[in-house]
DNA sequence: GACACAAACGAACGATCGTTCTATAAATGC
DNA sequence: GCATTTATAGAACGATCGTTCGTTTGTGTC
């Protein structure tokens, strides 16, 4: 890696785990290139425009919940055990990451939704990218013979989305030690109703 | 109302639609005075400071959910029926009230969940009372005989949450058509697991 | 050591930000 | 209808924003 790429991608970190707090439309140049003790320009330079920035935020965000999140849990056979062990490390992964003031992509989709662009595109595509991912892992554990087979994987995947949502605003927000015990919770009741039922022997 | 509070209030309308697009840390004084067709100081004499502002925003937000969402369910009788109708409401509350950006509260919480300060505070209010208005709702509904006595009522709440965060960035971001009947269908089954079981006759 | 190229800097730009001040216009009370 | 309070306007402030420009520093090559 050349000495550009990487002062870019220290950039990138501070970037990251700036807007991980203030949001990725609240991210600044000028704050920036304080942190990383550079000038505005020589920072500004790497991108081009804040925008492009921002992007590589975005971008950035995505890869690294593909590593953190998806690529451990894809290592698990398929079925349940990989589907409890992506709701495992989802919980976790504002943890894992460098993320100390929560989920980046969460944060941005609720900034961007309604202001059309390249941003919220690039939102978009990491969101619907992730359910794509639960709703493939839902029908695996169907094929799998994990749940039933009348399974509504598009379902389920919306509804692992809204345990996930719901989790880290009590976290952050309302400051609720029980919200992950909830998740779990929420998460089981809906794998039970969707279980193949134990057969008698 | 005298002329003070009636341009005050007709300020707070514009915020309020205005925040829900570019959201409450979004808000401009400038383009704000720009569409009420006002100077910035005659606008900005009314607040004193524009965190009074997104504060008013905020506390204007509450008011009218609880006006749309909370109050007309609360005149159906207690039980399933208020239950419903405080999810059909909720689902229906930002087509109902001037929300062209989606739910401003919501998007409030993920912009302030870790700046600390009066907003967020006053997000933090404003969501805790929400759940409180939900877990009071689930337990008559226990006390009605709707729902089983052993129910969880936080959990109740907690899931209920979930379904309305997911249904509205399915519904804003990914444009997708099926995320209110998912919703429904989510609910649905929040309640049958924890119906009281039809008793055979 | 001369050269080419990339990387970073420093100064400045115009625009916008929230805020303050003073003055005028409008509404209110008697 | 006058006096007083209230509401709005206008101009300006210092700060910060993203961006541009020309220059300097650093790195690697013949």
């Not at 989802?90 to 894992?96: F, N, P, S, V, Y």
Request: hydrophobic share 40%; aromatic share 6%; proline share 4%.
């Amino acid at each position: 890696m050349g000495k550009g790429e990487h002062t870019r991608q220290a950039i990138l970190d501070e970037a990251f785990s700036l807007a991980s707090c203030v949001g990725v439309s609240g991210l600044s140049i000028g704050i920036l290139a304080e942190r990383t003790k550079m000038s505005k320009s020589g920072l500004f330079a790497h991108f081009g425009s804040k925008e492009e920035l921002q992007l590589a935020v975005l971008r950035e965000a995505q890869q690294r919940f593909a590593e953190v999140v998806l690529r451990p849990a894809f290592r698990q056979p398929r079925g349940l055990r990989r589907l409890r062990a992506v709701v495992v490390n989802w919980l976790d992964w504002t943890r894992e990451a460098n993320l100390p003031g929560g989920c980046v992509i969460n944060a941005a989709a609720a900034e961007f939704d309604d202001q059309p662009g390249p941003l919220r595109d690039e939102v978009r595509r990491g969101l619907t990218a992730l359910r794509r991912s639960l709703v493939e892992t839902v029908v695996k554990a169907v094929v799998a013979g994990d749940l039933r087979p009348d399974t509504d994987a598009e379902q389920f995947a919306f509804e692992m989305e809204g345990i996930y949502q719901v989790t880290q605003q009590s976290r952050r927000l309302l400051n609720d030690p029980d919200a992950d015990r909830r998740a779990l919770v929420a998460f089981d009741r809906l794998v039970r109703d969707y279980a193949v039922p134990i057969e008698k022997e």
